[in-house]
């Protein structure tokens, strides 16, 4: 009979969507240990376990049924444990989950979107006024970070998750750069610059970029799943 270890598991779940992660945890046929390893699945995605196990509790009216469950049928199938009376459900996206899930997606998309507003519009004015390679080269930085979100929440496997540990290496150095900076500058300027416009920008612009720095940290550290799946063809 196939041996189940956590690895298995992790590497099967892995490539399932959350609704049916969910799916199986409302079943409530799982094992132990599968059921700590979809939990934990959930939680690479941003889903925490209370979260995950509300969203599976909300279920539709119940209908009793016997279902048979012959012994070579764990055989064939290891990652769900035995039974004889369960409840069958009609399967249907968890509702209150799927408008959080939305909600969270809805924002980051909206981030994505705006950063790329900003980057296009930079480089327009990079092109028209002619500012040199190395505004191009950090233009270029923006763009590749940008695309390390976008691979993120779109869950797919881009390149390798040390080119996004660099990309976030290379964009939090400089903005730790930037801040020292602008704290150098606060301390010898005068007032009327301190509290000028062009300073509330550049503290501005260091405070959008956590989100990204956030999403590559997890894209780079954090989704291990991702970059556990064979690389597309």
């Known amino acids: 009979m196939l041996e189940v270890t956590r690895e298995s598991l992790q590497q099967r779940y892995a490539d399932l969507v959350d609704a049916e992660l969910l799916r199986r945890l409302r079943a409530d046929s799982l094992t132990d240990l599968a059921r700590d390893v979809a939990l934990a699945e959930l939680a690479q995605r941003g889903i925490s376990a209370e979260t995950a196990l509300a969203a599976a509790a909300e279920v539709e009216p119940v209908v009793e049924a016997e279902l048979d469950f012959p012994t070579d049928e764990f055989e064939r199938n290891p990652y769900q444990a035995p039974r004889g009376t369960t409840s069958v459900a009609a399967v249907s996206a968890p509702s209150s989950f799927a408008k959080k899930q939305s909600l969270a997606d809805w924002i980051w998309w909206g981030y994505a979107a705006y950063i790329a507003v900003l980057i296009a519009l930079s480089v ?8 040199g390679l190395a505004v191009g080269g950090l233009l270029l930085l923006n763009a590749w970070a940008l695309a390390g979100l976008i691979g993120w929440r779109l869950r797919r496997r881009w390149l390798h998750s040390s080119v996004w540990v660099a990309c976030l290496a290379i964009n939090a150095a400089l903005a ?6 602008l704290a150098r500058v606060a301390a010898a300027a005068p007032p009327e610059i301190v509290y000028s416009p062009a300073m509330y920008q550049a503290v501005g612009n260091v405070l959008l970029g956590l989100p990204l720095f956030w999403a590559l940290f997890h894209y780079g550290f954090l989704s291990t799943p991702i970059w556990r799946r064979p690389a597309a063809a």
Not at 176 to 181: Q, T, Y
């Open 124 to 131: 327009y004015r990079w092109l028209s006024l002619r500012q």
């Open 176 to 181: 730790c750069l930037g801040v020292r900076e």
